[in-house]
């Protein structure tokens, strides 16, 4: 079985050491290949882009699929995020591939706008268009039975001050990445037949 992980940023690891995000701690705790194809920056176009190079050469069972973040930072409407995440989503089950779909962890506005101190961009407005989107998201893969790694209300459930599981309000450090892969492993364990035998007990 393989699984190709594909997105931006908060796929590939941004801000954390190799090993601690939660792709790699995914990897390690399962006994299967898990393949990282997150590119920081990188929009839904890029990810629809570069599919075939990405997804389809190497053969997954399953994609988990987690991006718009940056889409809603260049200016593209939640319409764009959203067509050209269906697009995909309906690709990969044409294609006998189980897609995923992953959520991003919520923005923290505050703590963006201190450390990344660019007025030219509305934090603000990309969370709400974020939210807008994981509204979307959740009814769509209901309606078409789609698993879901829902990290967005995941992170918002937390009672705690998840501030200290954020490096710069947009990004996970490891701790955040931690949780990242706990959500994630939650989620799918029951759903794509992980036996016993394949979990990593190292």
């Known amino acids: 079985m393989k699984i ?3 997105g931006d940023s908060l796929t590939y690891g941004f801000g954390v050491n190799s090993g601690e995000c939660w ?4 990897r390690n705790k399962l006994n299967l290949e898990i393949i990282n194809k997150g590119i920081n920056g990188d929009t839904t176009f890029g990810i629809l882009k570069r599919r075939f190079e990405d997804i389809y050469n190497y053969k997954p069972s ?4 987690m991006g718009g973040s940056n889409d809603f930072f260049l200016g593209y409407s939640i319409k764009d995020v959203v067509n050209n995440i269906s697009t995909l989503l309906n ?3 044409e294609k006998s591939i189980t897609p995923i779909l992953a959520l991003q962890p919520p923005i923290l506005t505050d703590m963006a706008e201190v450390f990344w101190c660019d007025d030219s ?11 807008k989107y994981v509204n ?6 209901t309606r078409n039975n789609i698993l879901l790694i829902n990290f967005h209300d995941k992170f918002n459930l937390i009672k705690e001050d998840i501030h200290k599981y954020y490096s710069d309000g947009l990004h996970l450090n490891s701790k955040g990445n931690k ?3 706990t959500i ?3 989620s799918l364990k029951n759903s794509i037949n992980i036996s016993n035998r394949l979990l990593n007990k190292k």
């Open 121 to 131: 961009l509305n934090y603000k407005e990309v969370k709400n268009n974020v939210l």
């Open 23 to 26: 792709v790699d701690l995914l």
């Open 179 to 181: 949780i990242m892969f």
């Open 184 to 186: 994630a492993f939650e």
């Open 62 to 65: 399953y994609v988990i699929l």
């Open 136 to 141: 979307w998201a959740k009814e769509y893969t």
């Open 4 to 6: 190709i992980c594909i």
């Open 91 to 93: 690709e990969l089950k």
